[in-house]
């Protein structure tokens, strides 16, 4: 039964097919553009990561003021700090480069205003393509993997630390481990937590676009996106021994969960825009 359904869908499909393409113009996209990024949820502020914004895509038109678009892109993220002075103990606390190549497939519904003004609102699949970070100019040991903390033991009957969602959530699940009740957090959480020393292959994206069309063919396009699941889990320490959690810093939280957040400027070139408009506009008649 559930397969007769299935080939009716398709025959539906199928003869209805050559209809919709008649009716509609499908629009070529190319974009150029840059990224300025930030990691959400690092020891690093403000978007000071910069990086290229390239890819083309496809504009699908369902009404005569909504369109569907499918893109594919390549977008490089991540965050950035200079050395700076730590005001409290008057030390310089060092510098920080993280850089994330992504590879993304975004696919965005866009509402238009009268062929000038178009606002969009999609999700985005990315595949981390290339990485690197370094700490005062030395690169460290990370590497693309599940991005979650593990036991420094290797017990299979562990309770599952990646489900904590704070400090307070991994300390019980400590104690269900089987260690005693935590009272000294500093020296008892890394004693048995190894960081994380990867970050995930997938991130997915919340995108939101505010498109203005500047001359025939030609847009300009802001776009914000925010990743919906954390790239990357981590610990704070105090010290690079990672034997004292940052526990007395109102600023940063022992346990973070870190996600991608990136603002992109780019140009949009479109084909076929004049015949599409057209198009729209005898659909409009009928």
Same mark, same amino acid.
């Given at each position: 039964?559930?397969?007769?359904?299935?080939?009716?869908?398709?025959?539906?499909? +199928?003869?209805?097919?050559?209809?919709?393409?008649?009716?509609? =113009?499908?629009?070529?996209?190319?974009?150029?553009?840059?990224?300025?990024?930030?990691?959400?949820? /690092?020891?690093?502020?403000?978007?000071?990561?910069?990086?290229?914004?390239?890819?083309? *895509?496809?504009?699908? @038109?369902?009404?005569?003021? #909504?369109?569907?678009?499918? %893109?594919?892109?390549?977008?490089?993220?991540?965050?950035?700090?200079?050395?700076?002075?730590?005001?409290?103990?008057?030390?310089?606390?060092?510098?920080?480069?993280?850089?994330?190549?992504?590879?993304?497939? @975004?696919? #965005?519904?866009?509402? +238009?205003?009268?062929?000038?003004?178009?606002? *969009?609102? *999609?999700?985005?699949?990315?595949?981390?393509? *290339?990485?690197?970070?370094?700490?005062?100019?030395?690169? +460290?040991?990370?590497?693309?993997?599940?991005?979650?903390?593990?036991?420094?033991?290797?017990? @299979?009957?562990? @309770?599952?630390?990646?489900?904590?969602?704070? =400090?307070?959530?991994?300390?019980?699940? #400590?104690?269900?481990?089987?260690?005693?009740? =935590?009272?000294?957090?500093?020296?008892?959480?890394?004693?048995?937590?190894?960081?994380?020393?990867?970050?995930?292959?997938?991130?997915? &994206?919340?995108?939101?676009?505010?498109?203005?069309?500047?001359?025939?063919?030609?847009?300009?396009?802001?776009?914000?996106?925010?990743?919906?699941?954390?790239?990357?889990?981590?610990?704070?320490?105090?010290?690079?021994?990672?034997?004292?959690?940052?526990? /007395?810093?109102?600023?940063?939280?022992?346990?973070?969960?870190?996600?991608?957040? +990136?603002?992109?400027?780019?140009?949009?070139?479109?084909?076929? %825009?004049?015949?599409?408009?057209? &198009?729209?506009?005898? #659909?409009?008649?009928?």
């Amino acid at each position: 039964m559930k397969q007769l359904r299935i080939l009716a869908l398709l025959l539906a499909f +199928t003869m209805a097919a050559p209809a919709l393409l008649h009716a509609q =113009i499908v629009k070529g996209e190319v974009f150029v553009g840059g990224n300025t990024s930030q990691v959400d949820g /690092d020891e690093c502020y403000a978007f000071r990561r910069f990086g290229v914004h390239a890819g083309a *895509g496809a504009l699908v @038109p369902i009404t005569s003021w #909504m369109d569907v678009g499918l %893109e594919v892109l390549f977008g490089q993220k991540g965050a950035y700090k200079g050395d700076s002075i730590n005001q409290h103990l008057g030390l310089y606390t060092g510098t920080y480069d993280l850089r994330l190549n992504y590879a993304e497939v @975004p696919v #965005m519904v866009y509402l +238009t205003d009268k062929d000038r003004f178009s606002v *969009g609102l *999609g999700v985005s699949y990315g595949r981390l393509v *290339g990485l690197k970070e370094s700490i005062n100019g030395v690169p +460290t040991a990370i590497a693309i993997g599940d991005g979650q903390l593990h036991w420094r033991e290797d017990n @299979p009957n562990f @309770p599952d630390i990646s489900t904590a969602k704070d =400090i307070n959530e991994l300390c019980s699940l #400590m104690y269900q481990a089987g260690y005693s009740q =935590i009272e000294d957090i500093e020296t008892q959480v890394p004693a048995v937590v190894a960081n994380s020393v990867s970050y995930r292959p997938h991130d997915f &994206n919340i995108c939101a676009d505010l498109r203005v069309r500047i001359w025939e063919g030609i847009h300009a396009e802001l776009r914000y996106q925010y990743s919906l699941v954390p790239i990357r889990t981590r610990l704070f320490y105090k010290d690079a021994a990672e034997t004292h959690l940052k526990i /007395d810093d109102r600023r940063v939280q022992p346990l973070q969960h870190q996600y991608n957040e +990136t603002v992109t400027l780019r140009v949009v070139y479109m084909f076929n %825009e004049h015949r599409a408009k057209v &198009n729209k506009e005898g #659909m409009k008649k009928e």
